[in-house]
């Protein structure tokens, strides 16, 4: 079962870099019942609340009722299933009996042990929870267990908890949890809880059913947009289309004479019609006659952007990487490759459109939001009203995509702002237009490669300059260090060992108003493209075949080496295919993963492309569910593919010239190949799944659609016309 359960009024912390290790404590709760929650340490235990605990991922009620509170939200990668999986193997319950519960805002109690404050992203849920939600399942399990031996004056060890009960083995007497609950919260916990060997696993590494797929057909699920309070409005909004610019001047007259509009809202760079209904505010808006004052972007191009990076990376950038000597080993090769790849701003086009619901009083503010980052919903709305903490009740929900767009709270601060305005509750949704022309976009990246070859073809030096704004900076400033932004160059290097090794950054931000953020499979994402696609072009300078001559720069990564070898297995690799049909190749590490994609294509007279098969291979190490991660890989080698072949955001007289769908394609169904994805039975720790999925897609289509052609493409998305004559 899924629940959308909150704890209102429940303080945070700020962001503060928590500590990797952990605790567990166990508290009754005031209504009976067993409430055990993993915290991190700092400053003491954690505290316990009545009935829900916000420093709690579980809850046994009376009526035996398992709740598991997950603190990384749903989008739809899975982790209402996959983490409650890791408590419930543990604890010795089937998933039939737990109901999800979501997290409240709360730093101090969880945040991300890989992040160090509460968000969801980076593929940090599995990997980062995998030990402290089982440890919290064995600790739970433990005082059960003790729970029903005081019950019936046995040995613990004479008893073992299954199906949500304690038997003891001697008489077959049985307990279940919830006649359990009461006298386990009496209980000190265990200072260690040994943990299953996972040949006795039961759930995890099973295909079981998603837990949250059930309401999201039925409709039972709320997502942010779906919100509805009693007396609210709704509302939609303009912000200035040139980037930095601001709101001159409003005729509100002929919105204002518009049936069921009510209000027009004006902040510093945007306004708002609130309305009765989405189509009142809508017509309110476009009746809207607005002055802009456009401000210094007014004439900023896409060109621009370009001609700056270009500039920047001709001078040596900071040091990321190095071994050996580059220089050296460049001057004494036999031939020496160069080239500039490019990737292009792209937006998130979630499926869901950005959306906040708020209600502003004098005496607190209740906000009903999907966001990867909870707490920093919280602080956004604290810090704008000036309403403390605990004044602020974050109701987050499932979320129709995420992508690293809700990652972000700009939406969250806008929507505050417009609601201490509003007299009652308001729901704020932008259109897809809006959406698209004010995303905190990928950035622009322009790097430079170069390798010197041996005689035998064979890289003995490889340079990468990754050109591009720096993204932590802005987002998590203490990570940004010494002028180094290290998730603007993770992967720069591939899963390759080179005998001298140079990689560089260098920062060169965008305009003033021109927000970037991460996007899907974040630095990995496009450092796979410039490497995977300059590894191909050694390849075939040194004419080898591509995955042979990949194999041969592996001699130090075995797991790369497997799944490469297996996707090549699966795919034919070698077998030959009609005329303008080739596989092309791309082999990536990252989040903890391992991936390589082989990408079937067939290029049309017209210059079109069309991707006829994917084939993943996947280690991933421990797999949770094998289904969710298959769900995974597919849906990101889609999002991966749509960027390769149609995603570009252009700028034009400081506005975004891509508007909606029409002009920002998304793969369509009838365009989607057949996606096989192999996983590698593996017990190494689990890695991520939610991104790594993206990045090898385009750079296996481009290396293809080189086979197919012969036309070596090192800018995305792919350009039709100079293919027609390929």
């Known amino acids: 079962m899924f629940t959308d359960r909150f704890a209102e009024g429940h303080g945070a912390g700020e962001p503060s870099g928590l500590s990797r290790r952990n605790f ?5 709760a005031a209504g009976g019942g067993l409430i055990l929650g993993v915290a991190f340490a700092r400053g003491g235990m954690a505290q316990t609340a009545q009935e829900f605990a916000p420093d709690a991922f579980v809850r046994i009620d009376r009526d035996g009722r398992v709740a598991i509170i997950v603190c990384q939200v749903e989008m739809g990668q899975g982790t209402y299933t996959s983490m409650p999986m890791l408590i ?40 980062g929870f995998w030990k402290p939600l089982r440890e919290a399942g064995a600790a739970a399990r433990t005082m059960l267990i003790s729970a029903a031996a005081q019950t019936w004056s046995v040995d613990p060890s004479t008893c073992r908890a299954e199906a949500g009960q304690v038997i003891h083995a001697p008489s077959g007497r ?51 947009i779906d919100t509805r309070l009693p007396g609210m409005k709704v509302a939609t909004v303009a912000a200035c289309p040139v980037f930095g610019g601001k709101l001159a001047h409003v005729d509100d007259s002929k919105a204002k004479a518009v049936n069921g509009v009510r209000q027009i809202v004006q902040i510093d760079n945007a306004v708002a019609v609130v309305a009765d209904h989405m189509g ?76 906040c619901t708020v209600h502003v009083r004098k005496d607190g503010c209740d906000i009903w939001v999907g966001t990867q980052v909870i707490a920093r919903a919280q602080a956004i709305a604290a810090e704008i009203t000036g309403l403390p903490l605990d004044k602020i009740a974050v109701h987050n929900h499932v979320l129709g995509g995420g992508f690293g767009r809700r990652l972000e709270v700009d939406f969250i601060g806008q929507t505050v702002r417009i609601g201490q305005q509003v007299d009652g509750p308001v729901k704020i949704i932008w259109t897809r237009e809006e959406d698209i022309h004010h995303d905190i976009y990928r950035p622009y990246y322009y790097d430079r490669l170069r390798a010197g070859l041996d ?5 003995i030096a490889f340079h990468h300059r990754v050109g591009g704004p720096s993204i932590l900076s802005r987002w998590a400033p203490p990570a940004f260090k010494n002028g180094l932004d290290g998730d603007a160059v993770e992967g720069a290097d591939g899963p390759y060992g080179f005998p001298n090794l140079l990689i560089d950054y260098v920062r060169q931000e965008p305009p003033p108003g021109l927000l970037v953020g991460w996007w899907r499979g ?5 450092n796979a493209f410039m490497v995977e696609g300059f590894v191909d072009e050694l390849a075939a300078a040194a004419g080898k075949d591509p995955v042979e001559y990949r194999r041969a720069l592996l001699g130090k990564a075995p797991r790369a080496r497997a799944v490469l070898d297996l996707a090549a297995e699966k795919a034919d690799w070698g077998k030959p295919l009609p005329p303008r049909s080739a596989r092309g190749v791309a082999l990536v590490f990252g989040f903890g993963s391992y991936i390589a994609h082989i990408a079937e294509v067939t290029i049309d007279k017209d210059g079109s492309v069309e991707v006829k ?16 991660v298959k769900a995974q890989i597919e849906g990101g080698t889609i999002y991966g593919i749509t960027a390769a072949l149609y995603g570009e955001i252009t700028i034009k007289n400081g506005r975004v010239e891509q508007n909606n769908f029409d002009s920002y394609p998304a793969l369509r169904m009838n365009e989607a190949p057949a996606i096989e994805v192999h996983l590698i039975d593996s017990n190494e720790s689990p890695g991520g799944i939610g991104e790594p999925g993206t990045p090898g897609a385009a750079p296996a289509i481009v290396n293809a659609i080189f086979a197919a052609t012969g036309k070596r493409l090192r800018k995305l998305p792919v350009d039709k016309d100079l293919l027609k004559s390929a």
Request: charged share 25%; with cysteine.
């Open 455 to 459: 005689d035998q073809g064979m890289p």
């Open 174 to 224: 049985k307990l279940a949890y919830g006649a359990l609950a009461d006298k386990a919260a009496t209980l000190p916990a265990p200072s260690h809880a040994a943990l299953k060997d996972p040949k006795d696993f039961k759930l995890i590494g099973t295909p079981a059913k998603r837990l949250d797929t059930p309401p999201k057909v039925n409709g039972a699920a709320k997502y942010g």
């Open 88 to 127: 419930a193997e543990e604890l010795e319950v089937p998933l039939s009996q737990v109901h999800v519960e979501h997290a409240p805002p709360d730093d101090r109690l969880y945040a991300n042990p890989l992040i160090g404050f509460q968000v969801t992203g980076g593929s940090t849920s599995v990997r």
């Open 24 to 28: 567990l404590k166990a508290g009754a």
């Open 522 to 526: 974040v630095g990995v994402t496009h």
């Open 613 to 628: 098969r994917i084939v993943c291979a996947v280690d991933c190490g421990t797999v949770v569910n094998p289904d969710t």
């Open 280 to 355: 009142a505010a809508k017509k309110g808006l476009a009746a809207l006659a607005i002055t802009w004052d456009e401000g210094v972007n007014a004439k900023l191009s896409t060109q621009d952007i370009v001609d700056q990076l270009d500039a920047a990376t001709q001078k040596p950038g900071i040091v990321a990487k190095q071994e050996g000597d580059v220089e050296k080993a460049i001057k004494g090769a036999a031939k020496i490759i160069e080239a500039v790849y490019r990737e292009p701003l792209l937006a998130h086009t979630t499926m869901e459109p950005i959306n």
